[in-house]
């Protein structure tokens, strides 16, 4: 038997991780000390080799993704990290667009981007490679105000994980 957190159930603060693409952080909380200790990544075969007796506990060290809805971490963790005391920052799948989700990030913020690309795969249906050509090169003209305004948006909303540790959890 692994130990393994299966994403959204033993880190609940995973929950809405529930189209993971890749895990890319996984951070863990001493209650005692309130200190963040984030686990580097390691393959499946080093966890196994680093921590061969399941039975033995300690401080998690290391953590790798075992499949697409656990990973697995070792050694074994010598208390339970409740609520609040792990967090694992995942690449997650948006919903798509159906009756019910008639939005996406992209359609509210990158509108010529996603007609541009929609374009491209049009023309191509089509048979049109000059027009596709066309489109192609008006997204990759776009490409760089769609980076700057990601990186606004996300330095506007980032909190680094030990700032969090003195205050309440958002």
Known sequence: MYLKWKIGVDCPECRDFLNVIEVNDVFIRNPSSQ???????RSFEYCVTYAPVESAT??????SEYDE???????TPDQT???GN???R???RPAGLSVSNTTTFLSLNFADMLYQACMIEAHEF?????????SAQKYQSLIPSLVKEIEDVVRKHYKGINKQKQGADD
């Open 86 to 88: 792990a967090r694992v």
């Open 69 to 75: 809805d656990f990973i697995y971490v070792v050694p």
């Open 35 to 41: 200190e963040w200790l984030e686990l580097p990544r």
């Open 81 to 83: 990290y409740a609520s």
């Open 126 to 134: 089509l048979k049109n490679p000059s027009k596709m050509q066309q």
């Open 58 to 63: 300690d401080s998690p060290q290391y953590y």
């Open 90 to 92: 995942a690449t997650i």
